[in-house]
């Protein structure tokens, strides 16, 4: 079974920090997704990787893509109340039924002004 | 254009009675999925139609839960009997063949609340 760990679970830090969440798996998977979810709405996809060492930036998002394409990172330089939100990976995998998402729980971001 | 559309988009229902969600998918999409959201298990795929066939329905819990997509603009998630523990968000998701094959686009979801 394929399993997507995201770390930390919750996490609450002030305008300006910036921070780093994980997704980690014992699954190698062929891309991965991340998206982000506003309370009473679905999650709306940011980015996709696909490449082993992949490195993707969306202005102060950094996205990147683990050499054995098991694990990413999202990292948010200089946060802002508007980053707030639930974070979600979620990784295609080789064999799956036509490309299906396996999604971690996600990270719980607040940025307070 | 306009998004999927998941309706209602809150529901309140006693234990015991039939429940039914519907969504309809972005025009043009040929995947269409259903999620279950919740903190404990965070989002789960309950089941995935392909050009209007289910492909894969091996998240659906179990028998009291349906669903059917008699079009390509329309499919119906059912639970009866509903129990407490079906409380959920539940997300419909499209998605275009074989363009983009795993970018998928979700409706805003479908607050259940059994009591």
């Known amino acids: 079974t394929q399993l997507l760990e995201q770390s930390p679970q919750f996490l609450s830090i002030q305008e300006g920090e910036n921070l780093t969440v994980y997704c980690n798996s014992s699954?190698?998977?062929?891309?991965l997704q991340w998206y982000r979810q506003e309370p009473g709405e679905g999650p709306v996809l940011l980015v996709t990787?696909?490449?082993?060492?992949e490195v993707k930036k969306l202005k102060r998002l950094t996205f990147q893509f683990g050499d054995a394409r098991k694990d990413s990172s999202l990292h948010i330089t200089a946060a802002q109340p508007g980053d707030t939100g639930l974070y979600l990976c979620?990784?295609?995998?080789?064999?799956?039924?036509?490309?299906?998402?396996?999604f971690g729980k996600g990270t719980k971001l607040s940025v307070k002004p | 254009d306009a998004g999927v559309i998941q309706s209602p988009r809150h529901e309140v229902t006693e234990m015991g009675q039939e429940v039914t969600l519907r969504c309809k998918p972005i025009s043009g999409h040929n995947s269409l999925f259903w999620y279950r959201q919740t903190m404990m298990r965070g989002l789960e795929l309950l089941i995935y139609f392909n050009n209007n066939v289910p492909i894969d329905d091996s998240g659906m819990p179990e028998d009291r839960f349906s669903a059917k997509m008699p079009n390509a603009s329309f499919s119906t998630l059912k639970i009866q009997p509903s129990e407490p523990r079906d409380s959920a968000v539940y997300f419909c998701?499209?998605?275009?063949?074989?363009?983009?094959?795993?970018?998928?686009?979700f409706g805003p979801g479908t607050r259940l609340l059994v009591l």
């Open positions: 699954s190698v998977f062929s891309s």
């Open positions: 979620a990784g295609a995998y080789y064999g799956g039924s036509q490309g299906n998402l396996i």
């Open positions: 998701a499209s998605r275009m063949d074989p363009l983009n094959q795993e970018t998928q686009y």
């Open positions: 990787v696909v490449t082993g060492g």
